[in-house]
């Protein structure tokens, strides 16, 4: 299993752990609120009963008292009306800065109708009137609504839900920008000293060849001319890593010459039964840092290379779109083909098909397309036993403004 793999089961696993600790809190709550909820409609069934008595006339002022005090210290915000005209005859628990009401005069110094009747509103939508009818069978109708308490818990799951998820993705962006941080330098640190360890060996190898030219007079000698042609490339590839992590150098540059240039080279090396073409237009211009551009189109055409099981073909297509002042370059393979779940995961560190892969090809390219060429690289098309394209766009030189991102 490559690493990529390894971490996306960690994702899953954590997610899948995220998911029952936020089911447990929910039913938990859900537990509570159901039983504040019965808890309350016994309180109501008690305001009813001792409502229903102090309708009835008694001469014991001590048992009227006793009623009064225990729908007094009701805490469920109460309304009662009459059964024709819904006029308010008595209330209870609600906002005291809004209900200074005398019900026997008529009048308040703070009432607030407006607030009785959003009040009514929301106690008709949350739980059925409860009816009481008098000894003359006059008919009375008691609302009410689910206390601030009971409110508050209904919504404390998702509100508790809601401070892990942003404390989980706090912590998710501040792990991972550290985790990128130390990565990056890691990366440079490595790629300085591969350079510096290639330097001696491609000396050597160049002081070689020309005492091989010397003593066996091979200069006109192919076979002599692609070794220097390959110590070059060495010398790229060490000037690459060299870089890696300082502000690049871009200049203008045709994208055709600059990618013929490096097929040329590269499909010697490469299996004579894949056809390599480029297509397109050839005046196109970008800025480019070639040495590092260079690298962008060897990692496309050695994943088209490897994608190719017998023979095939791989062609570039270089598109000006002149409406966005772009420069489109298509790297087309007819090889095994890329799933479309794994479209966006073939660019990931470590993600690779191969069992001798590092899968880190992808992952460079596209840092450097985007970080030192303000580019974009993704897979346009791809079909499974058909072929891939992957699409780079880059801005011409016309009206690109290079940027300083490492």
Sequence with gaps: MNPYEKKRRWKFFLLFFAIIIGAASVFYSDFFVKKMEREEQLQLQLYVKVTEQSLVMYDDDRYTSLIELIRTNTKLPVIM?????????SFQGLDSTKTNYDLEKKKGITYDPDYFARE???????????????????????FYKDSPTLTQLRYFPYIQLGV?????????????????????????????????????????LMAWVELIKSRFDAEEDPLIAEMENDIKRLEV???????????????????????????????????????????????????????????????LLK??????????????????????????????DTGKGIARSKFDAVFQPGYTTRKRGWGLGLSLTKRIIENYH???IFVKESELGKGTTFRIVLKSSITYEPTTNT
């Design 303 to 332: 994943n088209a290379a490897n994608a190719i099981e017998n023979e095939g073909t791989i062609a570039i297509n270089i598109i000006e779109n002149l409406a966005k002042e772009e420069v489109f370059i298509d790297v087309t």
């Design 374 to 376: 303000s580019g974009q």
């Design 81 to 89: 009306t009459d059964s024709t005209k819904m006029e308010i005859l």
């Design 164 to 204: 892990i998820a942003l404390f989980l993705l706090t912590a998710y962006v501040a792990f991972s920008s550290a985790r990128k941080a130390e990565q990056d330098q890691v990366w440079v640190g490595m790629a300085k000293e591969t350079a510096h360890q290639l330097g001696t060996p491609i000396s050597s």
């Design 237 to 299: 590839i060490t000037d690459r890593f060299s870089k890696i992590g300082s502000k690049p150098i871009v200049e203008d540059h045709v994208v055709y010459t600059v990618i013929y240039n490096f097929v040329e080279y590269f499909k010697l090396r490469t299996s004579d039964k894949i056809v390599f073409t480029i297509g397109g237009d050839e005046q196109v211009r970008a800025l480019l840092n070639v040495p590092l551009f260079d690298w962008v189109i060897e990692n």
């Design 120 to 142: 009514l509103r929301t106690m008709k939508k949350q739980h059925p009137p409860t009816p009481i009818t008098g000894l003359d069978g006059t008919r009375w109708w008691i």
